[in-house]
């Protein structure tokens, strides 16, 4: 039995808050301006809740089962994050207020852009950007301003790996450049040539993901870095997987020019069901007169009495504002307690940990699956999900046999340039029990696969839900429930 | 504090599975000169300690909870019932990620299906996506449907001047470059709606209003939306959702386009962030509304069940076509709104609206009272009103502030000529005592 609809639920005349009543005299109400009728539902508060409740029960998530998904670094979410991100002070801080009373927001803003240069190895950072798409777009647009300040306006054309993520293509044609794709090369890297063919004086940016989403470090970033550097290009790094490097390389100093970190991955801050993300971008120091603002600063150097006091710099030539206010702040108290419990060793830590792991399922998955760039890979393996005396199995049914396993399948159908692929990215923060039993579970299917197709075909098979026709769904578009729209007589 | 639980006997088994000695072993691929670089980071702290740390940390803020606030202009002091915080606690919705697997996340999809279904309800509109980032990038986004929906032509966007200034400031960070031409926010600000109407040509794609405005003052924009699309443009109406518990919704109105600020919906000030984007369309135009959206369907066993929908729009797909690169929503943050909305209710939010309307106009009347103060403008308002003081605003506040008062946003750095401006901002919060001690002290401070 699905849980009823909110609409379906309570009864007229219901109410899970009362407020109360206006202590001063009243005034009179807007003429032609008062709405006839406001079709919320009417419900107790337990029936409220008891109903979120309910619905939450129908979730996988990190706290009740692993979460493999490839590319979004599922790890634990410190519950501590939670507490500090909701102290009175930070919760109940307007963003208008003067910058002397917000000295405790801006410390933590000032600390996070400091560690986070650290981290990346970069020369300013801004935390603006609302996610890891919106801190994309911060970096193209920086890279834009750069180009049009040299009067270089010609360059129009960004290089994106076949590998890439679809945010890439769509920011880069959003900010109006012309996108050309690199194909990968046998061993899983970017393909130099082809790359090399393009760096001419219309080369705006290359759009790097390093380690890429097949999982694998880049072996020739430096020779690609170089080459496009040579021709007057910039590199644009995508920082989603910044988890296999932590306190391993610093993108920085590898040449890259702008990259987003993604706080929602690689720094704890949890994924809240699809967001809020934050995406801090971090730039070298030619391109930190452009970043979006304002960003904060120190106003007076402190002594040993007194802490410095912090307010905010707008960068001279930034590319203006991306959201209102100071980005996800939120978002950066949550970051700034995981950094701050991890220091330097803690981080690498986690960067070994998750590579440690990612390999262990490589090599013990391997054999059963293909592994179609088959080398050391770093926090994150691609398995093809097919094979061919099992022709009619598909990644998909791979993953919703997962399920009745208790996993979280992986990402699956990318890389586009995999076929049937199984993107499996298991974070530092799983015990090698856990990735045993995945393991198991994997080989298990594989198994099924050739001699009880139909299991994996109509899989998942245990859980409250089964496979949802998605082509009704899109046909026969139903996208709010049934509003009543009557106007009440009561008001 | 660590989070690895892997002990030395796990990290010897598996480092024998794959065949290498040391876990440095795997990174071989890293160019040695960059290879393990010092960081300097402070000492990692216990959670005890860290926690501690925090708290020193978020003493140093005054926030408003500990004084009298009437600052508002885009961000709210509301009351938020401890349900809200109790359902987004829950590990179930914040430690999941983007519904992709349906058949084990469908607590995610029908609450983001009921948030759709509450903000139409709300905005009087037909299709609600499961939210944007905030206020400021939703307006942004309907910028972008308009060009979508125009497929290139209609070049010009009206952007009133009533809307909030880092909204407008966002719109042109996402369009410039572009072939955009952006007029109206040089309009005096006294003019209202109709000035807009005569700037409407067959060139317009789009026009932009707020509701209630920046200065908290709400019109009927029927005539506006007909005069639009008369021509063949389209309206787009950034909200106060709070203000939609009392006034007529913009869907009544004719806008073909809502956007707003959720963070009024149960979402805390928290310094600005993370707050609720909230981007509502007619059904005609539900191919080009950025985002993700849920739709209803039925599973393999003949359940209802609900699934993201229409992603051929989307980056992941479409790549470079796509009319817009965002790939999450604000999840948790829309969880909160329905909550809020799903516990306050019909009466409950008409309650909210009605406290706030009543407290302004009480205070707006009181303070018009005062010697050397006057109201700027004479329209309707909601929960918002600028002042004109004696004195420049910006001064004013800092008077007021020894006195334990937030006062309201100083409108001299946006607005040259409104040096002695305020926009100030009533909630339910604010008690008629502290309405009357905002006054009292206006009166005894302006003068000093």
Same mark, same amino acid.
């Given at each position: ?14 109410t899970g808050v009362q407020m109360p009543a206006p202590d001063v005299p009243l005034a009179d109400l807007p003429t032609?301006l008062v709405r006839?009728?406001l079709?919320l539902?009417e419900?107790s508060e337990?029936?409220a809740l ?32 939670e507490e500090t991100a909701r102290l009175g002070g930070f919760i109940h801080a307007h963003p208008l207020q003067p910058a002397e009373m917000m000295q405790g927001s801006l410390a933590i803003m ?11 190895? *970069? ?100 020779? #690609? ?26 993108? @920085? ?19 809240? @069901? ?18 979006? @603002?304002p ?14 006091v912090y307010g905010w ?10 959201k209102g206010f100071h980005g996800q702040f939120g978002?950066h108290v ?43 890979? =770093? ?112 008001q | =504090?660590? *989070? ?43 959670? =005890? ?5 925090l708290k020193g940390i978020a003493e140093a803020n005054e926030s408003a909870d500990d004084l009298v606030s009437f600052l508002g202009a885009g961000a709210y002091h509301h009351y938020i019932p401890a349900g809200v915080d109790s359902i987004l606690r ?28 509450l903000?139409?309800?709300l905005t ?10 905030d206020g400021a ?7 972008? =449907? ?15 001047p009533g809307i909030h200034p880092q909204y ?21 600000l006294s ?19 707020a509701y209630p405005d920046f200065f908290g003052r709400v019109y ?18 950034s909200v106060n959702p709070t203000a939609l518990g009392l006034l007529k919704p913009?869907?009544?109105?004719? #806008?073909?386009?809502?956007?707003g600020e959720g963070q009024p919906l149960g979402i805390p000030l928290s310094f600005g962030g993370p707050y609720l984007g909230i ?54 943050m829309?969880?909160a709104a329905t909550t809020y909305m799903s516990l306050l209710g019909k009466s409950g939010l008409r309650q909210v609206a009605e406290s706030c309307y009543h407290k302004a106009h009480y205070a707006a009347a009181e303070i018009a009272k005062l010697k050397g103060f006057s109201l700027k403008f004479k329209d309707a308002f909601f929960h918002e009103f600028v002042i004109e003081c004696p004195i420049p605003a910006a001064e004013l506040n800092l008077r007021l502030l020894e006195l334990g008062i937030v006062g309201g946003y100083a409108l001299g750095t946006e607005y040259?000529g409104m040096q002695n401006c305020m926009l100030l901002t009533v909630t339910e919060l604010n008690s008629k005592e502290e309405v009357d001690y905002l006054v009292e002290t206006l009166a005894e401070v302006a003068h000093a």
């Amino acid at each position: 039995m699905p849980e009823p609809l909110i609409y379906d639920l309570g009864a007229p005349g219901r109410t899970g808050v009362q407020m109360p009543a206006p202590d001063v005299p009243l005034a009179d109400l807007p003429t032609g301006l008062v709405r006839d009728n406001l079709p919320l539902p009417e419900l107790s508060e337990l029936e409220a809740l008891r109903h979120l409740t309910r619905l939450s029960q129908l979730n996988h998530s990190i706290l009740t089962g692993f979460y493999p998904l490839g590319s979004c670094t599922m790890k634990y979410n410190p519950i501590i994050n939670e507490e500090t991100a909701r102290l009175g002070g930070f919760i109940h801080a307007h963003p208008l207020q003067p910058a002397e009373m917000m000295q405790g927001s801006l410390a933590i803003m000032y600390h996070l852009q400091e560690w986070l240069k650290e981290i990346g190895g *970069f020369a300013a950072v801004s935390l603006q950007p609302a996610a890891g798409a919106q801190g994309e777009l911060a970096g193209v647009l920086m890279i834009k301003a750069y180009h049009a300040s040299r009067g270089q306006s010609q360059r129009n054309k960004v290089l994106i790996p076949d590998s890439a993520h679809g945010t890439n293509p769509a920011t880069s044609a959003m900010s109006g450049y012309r996108v050309v794709e690199i194909p990968s090369d046998a061993r899983g890297n970017l393909d130099l040539e082809a790359l090399k063919a393009e760096c001419d004086d219309t080369l705006a940016a290359f759009m790097l993901t390093n380690p890429n989403t097949l999982g694998l470090f880049e072996e020739g970033v430096q020779e #690609a870095i170089e080459a496009v550097h040579a021709a007057g290009g910039l590199v644009y790094g995508d920082g989603a997987n910044m988890n296999a490097l932590l306190g391993i390389a610093r993108p @920085g100093d590898l040449g890259i020019d702008v990259l987003h970190y993604n706080l929602h991955k690689t720094f704890t801050t949890p994924h809240g @069901g699809g967001g809020p993300g934050s995406g801090p971008v971090g730039v070298a120091a030619h391109l930190a007169d452009f970043l979006p @603002g304002p960003i904060v600063g120190i106003e007076e150097e402190g002594s040993e009495e007194m802490g410095p006091v912090y307010g905010w710099h707008q960068p001279p030539k930034s590319i203006g504002r991306l959201k209102g206010f100071h980005g996800q702040f939120g978002m950066h108290v949550r970051a700034f307690t995981y950094i701050l419990m991890q220091g330097a060793e803690g981080l690498r830590s986690v960067a070994e940990h998750a590579v440690l792991n990612a390999n262990y399922l490589r090599v013990k998955l391997q054999g059963a699956y293909k592994v179609p760039y088959d080398r050391v890979c =770093m926090h994150e393996v691609v398995l093809e999900g097919r094979w061919a005396d099992a022709p009619d199995i598909h990644a998909l049914d791979i993953a919703k046999r997962l399920m009745d396993f208790g996993f979280h399948p992986p990402t699956n159908y990318f890389p586009l340039i995999v076929r049937e692929a199984l993107m499996i990215e298991p974070t530092e923060t799983e015990s090698k029990e856990v990735l045993d039993a995945f393991i198991e579970a994997m080989l298990t299917i594989a198994e099924e696969a050739h001699s009880t197709p139909e299991v994996l075909q109509q899989a998942p098979h245990t859980t409250k839900y089964g496979r949802m026709d998605e082509v009704k769904a899109a046909r026969q578009l139903v996208l709010c429930c049934e509003i009543p729209r009557e106007v009440s007589s009561e008001q | =504090m660590t *989070f690895v639980p892997h002990t030395e006997r796990d990290r010897q088994q598996m480092l024998e599975a794959i065949g290498v000695k040391t876990i440095a072993d795997l990174f071989e691929a890293v160019p040695q000169k960059f290879r393990f670089p010092k960081l300097n980071l402070p000492a990692p702290l216990t959670e =005890m300690e860290a926690l501690g740390e925090l708290k020193g940390i978020a003493e140093a803020n005054e926030s408003a909870d500990d004084l009298v606030s009437f600052l508002g202009a885009g961000a709210y002091h509301h009351y938020i019932p401890a349900g809200v915080d109790s359902i987004l606690r829950r590990g179930e919705y914040y430690t999941a990620y983007t519904p992709y697997q349906p058949e084990i996340s469908q607590g995610t999809l029908q609450a983001i299906f009921e948030y759709q279904s509450l903000i139409v309800a709300l905005t009087g509109m037909e299709v609600s996506n499961a939210s944007h980032y905030d206020g400021a990038t939703a307006l942004a986004e309907a910028v972008n =449907m308009s060009r979508a929906i125009h497929r290139g032509a209609r070049n010009k966007i009206i952007l009133s001047p009533g809307i909030h200034p880092q909204y407008r400031e966002v719109v042109h960070t996402y369009e410039d470059g572009g072939d955009l031409q952006f007029i109206g926010e040089d309009l005096d600000l006294s003019a209202g709606p109709d000035a807009l109407i005569d700037m409407i040509d067959e060139h317009t794609g789009l026009v932009c209003v707020a509701y209630p405005d920046f200065f908290g003052r709400v019109y009927d924009y029927t005539k506006l939306a007909e005069a639009a699309h008369a021509k063949g443009a389209l309206l787009a109406v950034s909200v106060n959702p709070t203000a939609l518990g009392l006034l007529k919704p913009p869907g009544e109105m004719g #806008a073909d386009i809502v956007t707003g600020e959720g963070q009024p919906l149960g979402i805390p000030l928290s310094f600005g962030g993370p707050y609720l984007g909230i981007l509502t369309t007619r059904n005609q135009y539900v191919r080009q509304i950025a985002g993700r959206l849920v739709g209803e369907t039925v599973d393999s066993r003949g359940q209802r069940g609900f699934v993201l929908t229409l992603s051929t729009r989307e980056q992941h797909i479409k790549r470079e076509k796509a009319s817009s690169n965002i790939c999450t929503n604000q999840g948790l943050m829309m969880l909160a709104a329905t909550t809020y909305m799903s516990l306050l209710g019909k009466s409950g939010l008409r309650q909210v609206a009605e406290s706030c309307y009543h407290k302004a106009h009480y205070a707006a009347a009181e303070i018009a009272k005062l010697k050397g103060f006057s109201l700027k403008f004479k329209d309707a308002f909601f929960h918002e009103f600028v002042i004109e003081c004696p004195i420049p605003a910006a001064e004013l506040n800092l008077r007021l502030l020894e006195l334990g008062i937030v006062g309201g946003y100083a409108l001299g750095t946006e607005y040259p000529g409104m040096q002695n401006c305020m926009l100030l901002t009533v909630t339910e919060l604010n008690s008629k005592e502290e309405v009357d001690y905002l006054v009292e002290t206006l009166a005894e401070v302006a003068h000093a």
